[in-house]
């Protein structure tokens, strides 16, 4: 009876084996691999839906509005992945994390001081990616992370896409055409992007978390040595 417990209990934590020890995945690494992947999701989602709509009606006031609330809903949804994502260098972590924080309180500073839809306020003044554009570089970050870590085509792509055209919007170097297309393409891949995560197996999105806890006894032992 007591063997069966074990192989049950090893068959729900398996023992993996890790560049520094041993280590098991528990319910909560899952739990933020899902919330992660949920969070990419819905910010896909939301910039989907918003492309399309910016794309088939582009005069529409009540367009502009529905491209406001996805905005926010694909900000927050980014936000939320940052926090769960596994990422070894936390120096890397805290660098997206702080450059979404300051593309949010930009977004919100440009959505209450300018009297125009923040669509509008965006496409009107390209100015505004200076500030914005931190949310983007964070997810560009994502991208590069999962290119480098997964080696998807799609972030091969979009890697390179985002500051394209956010740096093409913001020196006017594009034509409407071309900023089109590539925000369609941005969309579409992003949408793939998300798919593949929902579907691919758990682990390998956490990573080896025995180089986590490594970093993390370095970190904690340089700190004593500093004192």
């Given at each position: 009876m007591?063997?069966?417990?074990?192989?049950?209990?090893?068959a729900?934590?398996p023992?993996?084996?890790?560049?520094?020890?041993?280590?098991?995945?528990?319910?909560?690494?899952?739990?933020?691999?899902?919330?992660?992947?949920?969070?990419?999701?819905?910010?896909?989602?939301?910039?989907?839906i918003?492309?399309?709509?910016?794309?088939?009606q582009?005069?529409?006031?009540?367009?502009?509005?529905?491209?406001?609330?996805?905005?926010?809903?694909?900000?927050?949804?980014?936000?939320?992945?940052?926090?769960?994502?596994h990422?070894?260098?936390?120096?890397?972590?805290?660098?997206?994390?702080?450059?979404?924080?300051?593309?949010?309180?930009a977004?919100?500073?440009?959505s209450?001081?300018?009297?125009?839809?923040?669509?509008?306020?965006?496409?009107?003044?390209?100015?505004?990616?200076?500030g914005?554009?931190?949310?983007?570089?964070?997810l560009?970050?994502?991208?590069?992370?999962e290119?480098?870590?997964?080696?998807?085509?799609?972030t091969?792509?979009?890697?390179?896409?985002?500051?394209?055209?956010?740096?093409?919007?913001?020196?006017?170097?594009?034509?409407?055409?071309a900023?089109?297309?590539?925000?369609?393409?941005?969309?579409?891949?992003?949408l793939v992007?998300?798919?593949?995560?929902?579907?691919?197996?758990?682990?390998?999105?956490?990573?080896?978390?025995?180089?986590?806890?490594?970093?993390?006894?370095?970190?904690?032992?340089?700190?004593?040595?500093d004192a």
């Open positions: 007591a063997q069966q417990i074990m192989a049950e209990q090893a729900e934590h023992i993996y084996q890790g560049q520094f020890g041993d280590y098991t995945i528990t319910a909560g690494d899952r739990q933020g691999v899902v919330i992660y992947r949920a969070g990419l999701m819905v910010a896909a989602l939301c910039f989907a918003g492309t399309g709509l910016a794309l088939w582009p005069s529409s006031p009540t367009v502009h509005v529905a491209i406001s609330i996805l905005f926010s809903g694909f900000t927050v949804a980014l936000g939320v992945s940052l926090l769960t994502i990422i070894y260098m936390a120096a890397l972590h805290r660098v997206l994390q702080m450059f979404w924080g300051i593309g949010a309180i977004a919100i500073a440009i209450h001081f300018d009297p125009e839809p923040f669509a509008l306020t965006v496409y009107h003044h390209p100015a505004t990616i200076w914005i554009g931190f949310i983007f570089a964070a560009a970050g994502i991208f590069f992370k290119a480098f870590c997964f080696n998807r085509f799609e091969k792509l979009l890697t390179p896409l985002v500051p394209l055209l956010l740096v093409g919007h913001l020196f006017s170097l594009l034509s409407p055409d900023e089109q297309v590539l925000l369609a393409s941005w969309a579409a891949l992003m992007f998300a798919i593949r995560k929902a579907i691919q197996p758990i682990p390998p999105d956490i990573g080896d978390k025995s180089v986590f806890e490594y970093l993390k006894k370095r970190g904690a032992g340089q700190t004593a040595s």
